[in-house]
């Protein structure tokens, strides 16, 4: 090869590696463009949501403010030592399910909206885990009865962003029913129970959740964060709790993590 080609060869090796970056930061301000300046800080921390973002990730508005970050999804994964099949009630983006799946679980994956459930399949198709979840397009309280897991986990909507706004968040406002209600329905799926709620839950209202069942459950709570922020509280119930396969008795155990 003469100079002058190599020369020529290099020039066209840089030239392709601008256009690839150029259009990396088109396809990425066309992304930016379309979310609404309210959902823009949550873009901003797009790959702590998912890592694998730029690969094609789908979301829409509620996913944006919603997603469990990646980091606390491996992290609840991880903890889910009773796993088998795990139920994710709220799948939305399928940011646990995902993990779940990762970690070699069979995963059940519910959700009411078949927009999200079809933006979780892409999603799950990104990480490679699409084989490994079946996912359900149906209401949680009706489908919870004729289903039966190892474990049952449970990221419900808090009523949107402002949910920060009343300084202690009861379980009543959960949606799309009470707290309540929701561990009660789990409880016909299994008493392994894993609630990721809000950073400014009721805390006491949340262990007293332990005495819906006879004898009561174990419960363990603790506190998630990511880069020193937490961004919300995860509740373990029977034998996903800390104490769960050691002690008998129920009892409360709060940790950070
Ligand atoms: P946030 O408090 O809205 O964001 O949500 P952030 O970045 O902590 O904002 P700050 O300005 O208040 O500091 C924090 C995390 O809570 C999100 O990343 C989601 O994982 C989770 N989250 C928030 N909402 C409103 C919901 C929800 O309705 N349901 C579920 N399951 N998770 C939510
Ligand atoms: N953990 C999820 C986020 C869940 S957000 C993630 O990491 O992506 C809560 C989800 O609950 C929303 O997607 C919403 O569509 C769904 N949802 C609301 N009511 C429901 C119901 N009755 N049954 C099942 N899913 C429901």
């Known amino acids: 090869m003469t100079r002058a080609s190599r020369r020529s060869k290099k020039r066209t090796q840089i030239l392709k590696r601008k256009l690839k970056i150029r259009a990396k930061r088109r396809s990425t301000n066309e ?9 823009k800080k949550y873009w901003l921390q797009r790959y702590s949501l998912f ?10 508005d509620e996913g944006w ?3 469990t970050p990646e980091e606390i999804a491996v992290h609840h994964a991880q903890r889910s030592v009773a796993g088998g099949v795990v139920v994710d009630c709220f799948a939305g ?3 646990n399910s995902i993990q779940f799946a990762a970690l070699g679980y069979h995963v059940v994956a519910i959700d009411i909206d078949p927009k999200k459930v079809e933006m979780a399949l892409n999603n799950t ?5 699409d084989n490994y ?10 489908l919870a009865p004729c289903l039966k897991g190892n474990v049952a986990f449970l990221s419900p909507p808090w009523g949107g962003p402002s949910y920060k706004k009343t300084e202690n968040f009861t379980l009543d ?9 929701l561990f009660q329905v789990a409880q016909t799926i299994t008493p392994n129970i894993i609630m990721f709620l809000p950073r400014n839950v009721d805390v006491c209202q949340v262990e007293e959740l332990s005495w819906l069942s006879s004898p009561p459950l174990n419960v363990e709570i603790e506190e998630n964060y990511v880069r020193g922020f937490l961004k919300g509280i995860t509740a373990y119930f029977g034998k996903t709790a800390y104490w769960g396969v050691a002690q008998e008795t129920s009892s409360a155990h709060i940790c950070e993590f």
């Open 173 to 181: 406002l959960l949606k799309p029913v009470d707290g309540h209600t």
């Open 93 to 95: 983006m399928g940011g």
């Open 65 to 67: 403010f919603s997603v």
């Open 51 to 60: 890592s694998r973002y730029d690969e094609g990730i789908k979301m829409d």
């Open 133 to 142: 979840i079946d996912f359900i397009v149906g209401d949680f309280l009706q």
């Open 31 to 39: 992304s930016q463009a379309t979310i609404s300046p309210k959902l």
């Open 125 to 129: 198709k990104i990480y490679g885990v």
